[in-house]
């Protein structure tokens, strides 16, 4: 009878784990997720463009896109599906590449450092009005690229009526970012978007080291 049931466990690992193999060959609703951050930096992109006085819009538009390509459509037929986690990492590469090149480029042509904020700003005042600062938290999340969630990037730390507090586990951006500039600019143009979103509110985002919170 032992026997028999030790029989019986393995086969119940080796079926959970093949489904889980199964699973990472099919799209799934965290690919669509990643996919969705890499649409958003896109339109980041194409913001910071617009700081560009003259026809240097049209001039690092084409060359930052030839140089890191990200496709658009529906993803279903983007995809390579014998290759799903590869094809979204590298799209992710690209896109964080894309906009580091270019804020260096922006800074390097004389654009003001505030200019650039406020794109960021203004992204975070179109979203929609929060109730909660947890809101803010999981709007940032699902905006900003940080990896698959099961890499524990940022974390929560803590979340109260009136407080919201998460870690940054494990920036994921500076190694891209320190190529162009200093990384600890990513952060400032993050943090913006989040000061966009709770405009108007009563919550404010204060840091700490790697210690962020949403307090009002």
């Known amino acids: 009878m032992w026997y028999l049931s030790q029989k019986n466990n393995f086969i119940n690992v080796r079926i959970s784990l ?11 609703h965290i ?3 990643m996919y969705n951050k890499i649409l958003f930096s896109e339109e980041i992109f194409e913001n910071l463009l617009n700081l560009f006085k003259d026809n240097n819009t049209t001039k690092y538009k084409k060359i930052l896109n030839e140089e890191y390509p990200v496709e658009k459509g529906n993803l279903t037929d983007l995809i390579d599906e014998n290759n799903i986690h590869g094809w979204l990492d590298e799209r992710v590469n690209r896109s964080e590449n894309k906009i580091a090149k270019l804020v260096s480029i922006l ?4 654009i003001n450092i505030d200019d650039i904020k406020n794109v960021y700003y203004n992204l975070g005042l179109n979203e929609e009005k929060i109730e909660a600062p947890e809101d803010a938290f999981n709007i940032m999340t699902s ?17 109260t009526e009136n407080t ?3 870690k940054i586990n494990r920036d994921v951006h500076s190694e891209i970012w320190s190529k162009y500039i200093n990384s600890e ?12 979103i709770l405009d108007d509110t009563k919550y404010k985002l204060k840091r700490k ?7 009002g």
């Open 18 to 28: 093949e489904k889980e193999h199964d699973m990472s060959l099919f799209l799934g």
């Open 31 to 33: 690919h669509f997720l």
């Open 107 to 110: 800074l390097e042509k004389g």
């Open 143 to 159: 905006k900003f690229l940080d990896g698959m969630p099961c890499d524990g990037a940022i974390i929560p730390v803590e979340n």
């Open 164 to 166: 919201f507090t998460f």
């Open 185 to 196: 600019i990513y952060w400032t143009l993050r943090n913006e978007f989040v000061k966009g």
């Open 209 to 215: 080291g790697d210690i962020y919170k949403i307090e």
